[in-house]
């Protein structure tokens, strides 16, 4: 499957270049070697160095140098972060980490889906609370005033927009603006 640059950020546009400078040139045809496809390929899926990425090539006669096409979106700064990125895959150097994806992310991610789960198998918020948060004693006399309440809800809350679709967010890198 090929997620296009509209969903996701990382996805890489590159074109034939208007006018290359001198020194290393990145061509259609070493991507396409690299990848394994057919010559014609438009839409290919590389792996370089252990990463992979979802690259477009459009009106491409194989031997020409390649230019990025970055739109310019409320998205442009994660897809300079995943060019870079490619950048530092195709020239070998080190690949900084993803990151769209933090280990607390994907923590919060994993905790939000269990309390969906748990929600629609019938589960109350204490049930749900006292599996996700086992270390924590949960009172039930003082349950309403509880804080770990408001963040079972909040996980369940946000879970829910994950599930109706809102699971391409995590393609994006966090924002505080959201």
Do not use: C
């Not at 057919?38 to 020409?64: C, F, H, K, S």
């Not at 919060?108 to 889906?113: D, I, K, N, T």
Request: glycine share 6%.
């Amino acid at each position: 499957m090929f997620w296009t640059p509209q969903v996701d950020p990382a996805a890489i546009l590159l074109e034939a270049s208007p006018s290359p400078s001198e020194g290393f040139h990145l061509t259609a045809d070493e991507l396409r070697g690299q990848a394994r496809l057919d010559r014609d390929a438009t839409l290919i899926q590389l792996q370089l160095r252990g990463e992979r990425y979802d690259v477009g090539l459009t009106a491409l006669d194989g031997n020409e140098p390649l230019a990025a096409v970055i739109p310019l979106d409320e998205l442009t700064l994660d897809r300079l972060t995943a060019l870079g990125r490619f950048w530092a895959a195709v020239t070998g150097r080190r690949v900084p980490p993803d990151p769209r994806m933090t280990p607390q992310r994907r923590e919060r991610a994993r905790q939000m889906l269990r309390a969906v789960d748990a929600r629609q198998s019938g589960a109350i918020y204490r049930v749900v609370a006292e599996y996700l948060f086992p270390q924590h004693k949960i009172d039930t006399a003082s349950w309403v005033g509880d804080p770990i309440r408001e963040i079972t809800i909040r996980l369940a809350r946000d879970g829910m927009k994950l599930v109706r679709g809102g699971y391409r967010t995590l393609l994006r890198r966090p924002r505080r603006d959201r």
